[in-house]
């Protein structure tokens, strides 16, 4: 896991009233069933696209790939197959824990509103011995 509970992050809540996530960034957003609760996850679905999982594949489809193009997850060392189709709406995100075996995300409780949205990890304080910028943010 790219996270984990206890983790001490200084987040930039800016950068998202400026413009908008992309693919593979992580976010940090209020959980829309409770938003007493942050969450974390990574960006896998944008605005107006479709969603596929199958068998561990995730599949995006777009205007720029109408028949579909799978992304790379080669991060992910727990995976969780499920299969599922989802179309987003203009505001919404699907997001993805990087430990699938383990995340409660999209797959559970649906898109993910801009409107929930909180920024981005900058800078990981603790524990100290990941301490780094940009945590989570080095894959492509």
């Given at each position: 896991p790219t996270f984990a509970t206890g983790d001490y992050l200084i987040v930039d809540k800016l950068s998202y009233e400026?413009?908008?996530?992309?693919?593979?960034?992580?976010?940090?957003?209020?959980?829309?069933?409770d938003t007493t609760k942050s969450f974390i996850k990574r960006i896998i679905g944008l605005p107006g696209e479709t969603v596929i999982e199958?068998?561990?594949?995730?599949t995006i489809i777009n205007k720029s790939n109408p028949t579909g193009v799978e992304i790379d997850q080669s991060y992910?060392?727990?995976t969780s197959?499920?299969?599922f189709k989802v179309v987003l709406g203009a505001d919404e995100y699907f997001v993805m824990g990087d430990n699938r075996?383990?995340?409660?995300?999209s797959r559970s409780w649906g898109p993910l509103n801009k409107k929930y949205?909180?920024?981005?990890?900058?800078?990981?304080?603790?524990?100290?011995?990941?301490?780094?910028?940009l945590p989570g943010n080095d894959i492509k």
């Open positions: 400026l413009g908008t996530p992309q693919r593979n960034t992580v976010v940090v957003f209020k959980y829309p069933g199958k068998d561990n594949a995730v992910v060392t727990h197959p499920g299969n075996a383990e995340s409660f995300d949205i909180l920024g981005k990890p900058i800078l990981r304080l603790w524990p100290l011995g990941q301490i780094g910028v």
